[in-house]
């Protein structure tokens, strides 16, 4: 364990398949010495890629995170239904296919496309009754799940290999919040009558953390240990996103006191700012305060604290 203290901040972690995020998130409290971490959005554990993880009081920012579209790339195997919707299930029905059409395969991904409505799988962290339904589906049980509305920006095919007997496509998704990619995968299957599951998930992006910046454990074990923190990111990388409103000193203190924030204590603001719109809070000598929200009286503006992450000190 390393022994210095860590600051609150973000760590985009390059999650590895195997572990769960929660264990993830308990290696880097281990590795690191800290008492609170969470991270903004969980992968399977046979899932790899981005897993933005927040340390100390930035746990406070991670529905903000959670909240945000995410990216992924998932290999398809066609003809193979499973429990879990992925290759980790138990394989449930095979259904060769002599050759899987790239014509038949484009036209159906509009179908899948905007918003749509998915089934959760019961292999998912939803709970029924106190209960994941994970647990449940482990010891057989199947239950009835309410359909979900969720967003899919963005679905094309990366590549694929058409021959049987299950033939194999890569895709890239970019979807909202709550999006299971596996089941997608399920849900297309079914729609060209082979079945389907996905045998490879690689998270590119969640908000505004991206693979090619991302970390892996061992690197982070490798740099802690020679006392850096290159690997953590300041408060306001995981809210990069919003707008930013840079108050003065007293519109600072009216913040902290869970006060309005006046137009004419802010410093500098972005042109454009829509009633409701929510942004992320500077001083004005620099430094991360927290999340407001914009809104309008007798046609001047103000902020609204939403959420106060850090003080004046």
């Not at 429990?83 to 138990?90: I, K, V």
């Not at 990619?181 to 969640?206: I, K, P």
């Not at 137009?263 to 454009?272: D, I, N, Q, R």
């Not at 430094?287 to 103000?302: D, K, N, P, T, V």
Request: proline fraction near 6%.
């Amino acid at each position: 364990m390393i022994v210095w203290i860590m600051a609150a901040g973000f760590i985009n972690v390059l999650k590895p398949p195997g572990p769960t995020s929660r264990e993830v998130v308990e290696r880097l409290q281990e590795i690191l010495g800290i008492d609170k971490a969470g991270h903004g959005g969980t992968l399977d554990p046979l899932a790899c890629g981005v897993l933005p993880v927040a340390l100390g009081r930035c746990t406070r920012l991670l529905e903000y995170v959670q909240g945000e579209r995410k990216c992924y790339r998932v290999e398809v195997v066609f003809g193979i239904k499973t429990t879990s919707h992925d290759l980790e299930g138990e394989v449930v029905e095979r259904s060769p296919v002599e050759r899987l059409e790239e014509e038949r395969l484009l036209r159906a991904l509009p179908h899948f496309t905007g918003e749509i409505e998915q089934v959760p799988p019961m292999f998912s962290a939803i709970r029924h009754r106190g209960r994941r339904l994970y647990d449940l589906a482990r010891e057989g049980k199947e239950l009835p799940r309410q359909a979900r509305k969720i967003i899919v920006y963005e679905l094309k095919v990366i590549k694929i290999w058409p021959e049987g007997p299950y033939p194999r496509a890569l895709l890239e998704v970019t979807c909202s919040k709550g999006t299971y990619v596996r089941t997608l995968c399920h849900d297309l299957g079914e729609f060209l009558g082979y079945g389907a599951a996905s045998q490879f998930l690689l998270r590119t992006q969640a908000g505004p953390f991206k693979i090619e910046t991302a970390w892996a454990l061992e690197e982070i074990v490798r740099v802690a240990k020679e006392g850096r923190r290159d690997f953590l990111l300041p408060p306001e990388a995981g809210v990069q996103h919003l707008p930013a409103v840079v108050v003065k000193k007293e519109g600072a203190k009216r913040f902290l006191d869970g006060s309005f924030v006046p137009v004419g204590l802010w410093k500098e603001w972005p042109s454009g700012l829509c009633r409701g719109a929510r942004v992320r809070l500077h001083k004005e000598e620099g430094g991360f305060l927290g999340i407001a929200l914009y809104s309008e009286r007798m046609g001047e503006g103000f902020l609204k604290p939403e959420k106060v992450i850090f003080t004046l000190d």
